[in-house]
C-alpha cells in the first residue's frame, strides 16, 4: 500500500506562483511513475503532468505546458508540481497519483493510488 498527502495549495492572485507536494509513505516510490491531476467543479478529472520513475522524463497537458513543472525527489519519497503564471481556470482541486509501470500515462483509471487532494484557488 502507498498513502500520498498532498501539501501546499492555498489562494493566489492570478499570475502567482505555488508549489505543491506530495509525500508517500508505506512503500517507496521508486517503481512508480508519478502524476498530477485536477478536478474544478463539474468537471471531470483531468490530467496535468507526469514524471518517469526514473525522473528522465516528464509530459504535460497542453494547457499548463511551459507554466508548470513537474519533478521528483526519489530519496524523500516526494513529488512536486511548480505552478507559475497561474490563471483563474487553473483553480481545481489537485490530486497526485501514483502509478505502478515503466511507461508514463496521462489517464486517470490507469494509477494505482491518490492522494486526497488540495485546493488551488486562483483569483482574477
Known amino acids: 500500500q502507498v498513502q500520498l498527502v498532498e501539501s501546499g495549495g492555498g489562494l493566489v492572485q492570478a499570475g502567482g506562483s505555488l508549489r505543491l507536494s506530495c509525500a508517500a509513505s508505506?512503500?517507496?516510490?521508486?517503481?512508480?511513475?508519478l502524476g498530477w491531476f485536477r478536478q474544478a467543479p463539474g468537471k471531470e478529472r483531468e490530467f496535468v503532468a507526469v514524471?518517469?520513475?526514473?525522473?528522465?522524463?516528464?509530459h504535460y497537458a497542453d494547457s499548463v505546458k511551459g507554466r508548470f513543472t513537474i519533478s521528483r525527489d526519489n530519496a524523500k519519497n516526494t513529488v512536486y508540481l511548480q505552478m507559475n503564471s497561474l490563471k483563474p481556470e487553473d483553480t481545481a482541486v489537485y490530486y497526485c497519483?501514483?502509478?505502478?509501470?515503466?511507461?508514463?500515462?496521462?489517464?486517470?483509471?490507469?494509477?494505482?493510488?491518490w492522494g486526497q487532494g488540495t485546493q488551488v484557488t486562483v483569483s482574477s
Open positions: 508505506g512503500r517507496t516510490l521508486i517503481t512508480y511513475a
Open positions: 497519483a501514483a502509478d505502478l509501470t515503466m511507461v508514463v500515462r496521462t489517464s486517470a483509471p490507469d494509477y494505482d493510488y
Open positions: 514524471v518517469s520513475r526514473s525522473g528522465g522524463f516528464k
